[in-house]
């Protein structure tokens, strides 16, 4: 950081350097963290459940006016518009996955059921 300060530096503009700016940036980077982790996990006990793995609560969807917004995972897979976005977007992290990890053998019966399910 220290080098970054100088205007010199080739990653001086990579950095906020208003304070005021950069805490509320920072605060920002915050709340995305907490919406993107946010999870809930049922547990019930004599109406059933006990227990599921956690889910997340908010999902990213694009807005025509808004951009990029936070909404309810409720909210996005009800709507059949924003529930293509979330198909649209696991396919492209699948396939992410799958050319990250396809070289290692220990994974060839998991890259061979995705190869057989995505259509490229």
């Not at 700016?21 to 982790?37: D, G, I, K, V, Y």
């Not at 995972?73 to 396809?102: C, F, H, P, T």
Request: proline letters at 2%.
């Amino acid at each position: 950081m220290n080098a970054a300060k100088s205007k010199k530096s080739p990653i001086h503009t990579c950095f906020i350097w208003n304070d005021r700016s950069a805490a509320h940036q920072h605060r920002l980077t915050q709340a995305r963290w907490l919406l993107q982790n946010l999870t809930v996990t049922c547990v019930y006990a004599n109406h059933q459940v006990v227990e599921t793995e956690p889910q997340r609560v908010f999902v990213v969807v694009t807005d025509e006016e808004e951009g990029d917004v936070f909404t309810s995972i409720n909210d996005a897979m009800s709507k059949a518009a924003e529930r293509r976005q979330l198909v649209k977007r696991a396919l492209r992290e699948l396939k992410a996955w799958r050319r990250k990890y396809g070289i290692l053998r220990e994974l060839a019966k998991i890259c061979e059921a995705i190869d057989s399910q995505l259509d490229d």
